[in-house]
């Protein structure tokens, strides 16, 4: 038996045809649908009318594999890209897949990224030898959850299950967590990867613009050019709204080229985006990002963002984008999530709620569910501490969000005031509260778990947080369990897991937390930190270290030294067992991995350990080993001072410009008090930081 076979067209017109071609060899009497993948391959797609046993169907797109699928006969189909060598004998190896395991088969390929990658293949036109090559050395393997569907057998009705999820898209990464898939054994296939060359240029369609920046803002002269400058040449123009600056935000704006229309403020975020949004819609675009002045927009390639965009204007109705936290650009992120920041400018999307406001499809009033796009990344830099403190920002979304939470108490809104109560320090009673009330109706209207992992791991997680901060691990481990086994690479939540956990004396529970996330799939969590995964890592060193596995603990605390030096939390203990060793081997230790932090936290629980003379050593070998934090200094010179070392004060002497004249001046008078006035000397020469 024989699959019904639908060929992706991206074009060129002699690759499709090619592609077609070989399908016809394969499917026998079933016969082979073309579709036009996206609007590049239309012309590629048209071009097969009239071969015999081939049927093109009309439209582009997803839509046009629906249209397919509906018309094809019950039984096997197979979904494959144009660019993508298939032959005889693997086809047969994924037809006995399935018809042994059912659901959905995947051969092995050369798509790097994929769970059924199986290593490089030359280009598709002289590939078919090395397949029966490399055929012979693959068997079976395990459940892939991330493929690309290049290459995808399954019944009829499971084709369809997924038609709707943009398998067209030649770019598209499908999980497939929930769902029956198979790599076939022994079956590959040779994808040229062409399909993802086929852009249309990156101008909009009819000369309207493709598109255009959607923003508000107040007040904001310091920020509003960085942010301007990072989009120049990414979008056709920019529309500000402003809500009633005092400073020189509107001069700043249009100066730049910026259109500014001006609304009073009515304590609502929603409503002011959305005159934005109506503005920028009327300039006829077909695409709108939205942003912020204390965003910076990462984009490398503008030109290929804009021809992906005009390509896919009639597949997508939007994109999700990273946002990263950052408290400064070249900062590293202290979390990141994915939030749809580019949308189709056809007035059927909005902002609701007053404040976090979320955009929705307003004849749904549900929030989209985006593909991600990775060629633009936004920076958010509106979360430092100075910002929010400068702008009163805690305080006026405390009262914005209690506002909204007192109209109307819905989980939703309970959420957000919770979230700011945390955020400004508040009543964590209260917060805890508020939560459980939101979990308590979640649980009273048996709302679907796989629809709501997010929202359901951020509740959880809530919780966790907010019963250890209360003086409960125990509460709080019951929960952070509940997330890890909902979502197992929530970081957030592994982090209070271990921190729970720990405290109530199990370090054990933490490596078999550990080893079962390495182990498990997962779906994407809602929020990502690298700071977290750090101090989860840094939380498995002191779990190694507290049983003993010194070696492994010291491995561990190096890799999440390399990945955030900000969320460590292990040097405690880690001094504690350098304490164990001979005094050279412990200082030696300890000296490798300060030299991995720059942030100088480790200086109070690893000094606190020595005696002045070793503290003066130690302090000497981080600085001349490229140790860059002045804390070492000012802590080296002191010790020598104390400790009656004068050549070790000499030789931390020209490190010490890294100290301000008011602290050198201070070990000045401490070396004059010792009796060591050529010391005291040697630092007032010194050209002090200002």
Not at 339 to 367: C, K, N, W
Request: charged residues 20%; contains cysteine.
């Amino acid at each position: 038996m024989r699959p019904s076979i639908i060929v992706a067209a991206y074009g060129p017109d002699a690759v499709t045809l090619g592609a077609v071609r070989r399908a016809r060899a394969l499917a026998g009497s079933r016969g082979v649908t073309v579709v036009a993948a996206l609007l590049p391959g239309a012309d590629a797609a048209a071009g097969c009318r009239g071969i015999p046993g081939v049927r093109v169907v009309p439209g582009v797109g997803s839509e046009a594999l629906r249209s397919a699928l509906e018309a094809a006969s019950s039984g096997p189909v197979l979904f494959i890209h144009d660019d993508v060598l298939l032959t005889a004998p693997n086809l047969d190896r994924m037809m006995a897949e399935l018809a042994r395991k059912g659901g959905f088969v995947v051969p092995w390929s050369n798509d790097v990224g994929m769970d059924h990658f199986c290593g490089p293949l030359p280009e598709g036109r002289q590939a078919a030898g090395r397949l029966r090559e490399r055929a012979a050395t693959l068997g079976t393997a395990p459940s892939p959850r991330v493929v690309r569907p290049s290459c995808l057998l399954a019944g009829r009705e499971d084709m369809a299950l997924v038609a709707g999820s943009h398998i067209v898209d030649p770019r598209l990464r499908l999980e497939l967590i929930e769902l029956p898939v198979t790599i076939a054994p022994r079956a590959v296939v040779a994808h040229d990867s062409t399909c993802t060359a086929s852009l249309l240029r990156p101008t909009g369609p009819d000369g309207r613009p493709l598109l255009i920046a959607s923003m508000i803002v107040r007040d904001e002269e310091q920020m509003l050019p960085g942010l301007l400058a990072s989009i120049e040449g990414l979008v056709d123009g920019t529309v500000i709204c402003d809500t009633g600056s005092t400073d020189r935000t509107v001069e700043v704006a249009r100066s730049m080229g910026a259109t500014v229309i001006h609304r009073e403020w009515r304590d609502d975020f929603a409503w002011a985006r959305n005159e934005s949004l109506i503005e920028a819609e009327a300039t006829g675009a077909w695409w709108l990002l939205t942003i912020d002045a204390d965003d910076r927009v990462l984009c490398p390639d503008p030109v290929a963002l804009r021809r992906m965009l005009a390509t896919y204007v009639g597949e997508y109705e939007a994109f999700g984008v990273a946002v990263e936290n950052r408290d400064a650009l070249d900062a590293p992120s202290s979390s990141a999530f994915t939030s749809t920041r580019i949308h189709r400018a056809t007035g059927r999307y909005r902002f609701v709620r007053p404040i976090h406001e979320s955009l929705v499809d307003i004849e749904t009033m549900e929030q989209p569910k985006p593909p991600f796009m990775a060629q633009l990344m936004v920076v958010h830099l509106g979360y430092q501490t100075d910002v929010m403190a400068q702008r009163g920002k805690v305080d006026r979304n405390l009262r914005l969000t209690r506002t909204m939470f007192e109209a109307d108490p819905t989980p939703k809104n309970s959420l957000e005031y919770a979230r700011s109560i945390k955020l400004s320090g508040g009543d964590r009673h209260e917060s805890s509260r508020l939560m459980a009330g939101i979990l308590a109706a979640f649980e009273d209207h048996q709302y679907s778990v796989e629809n709501n992992r997010g929202f359901l791991a951020f509740v959880l997680t809530s919780l966790a947080e907010d019963a250890l901060a209360l003086g409960d691990p125990a509460a709080a481990l019951f929960r952070a369990r509940q997330v890890v086994a909902l979502v197992p690479a929530d970081d957030l939540a592994a982090k209070v897991f271990a921190e729970a956990a720990l405290q109530l004396g199990r370090p054990q529970e933490v490596l078999d937390m550990q080893e079962r996330r390495r182990q498990t799939s997962s779906a994407t969590p809602t929020f990502r930190s690298d700071e977290a995964r750090a101090a989860v890592g840094s939380l498995e060193a002191v779990a190694l270290a507290r049983l003993g596995r010194l070696d492994e603990a010291l491995a561990a605390a190096v890799d999440a030294l390399s990945l955030s030096p900000l969320g460590f939390a292990a040097w405690p203990d880690l001094a504690d067992a350098a304490a164990t060793l001979p005094p050279e081997a412990g200082e030696r230790m300890l000296l490798d991995l300060a030299l991995r932090d720059p942030t100088g936290q480790f200086f109070a629980p690893v000094l606190g350990k020595l005696a002045p003379a070793a503290t003066a050593r130690f302090c000497l070998a981080y600085c001349t080993q490229g140790g860059a934090h002045p804390e070492g200094v000012r802590v080296g010179l002191v010790a020598a001072l104390l400790s009656g070392l004068p050549g070790t004060f000499r030789d931390l002497v020209p490190y010490a410009g890294r100290l301000d004249g008011e602290i050198l001046g201070r070990i000045a008078e401490r070396a004059q008090a010792k009796g060591h006035p050529e010391l005291a000397e040697l630092l007032l020469l010194v050209p002090a930081v200002l």
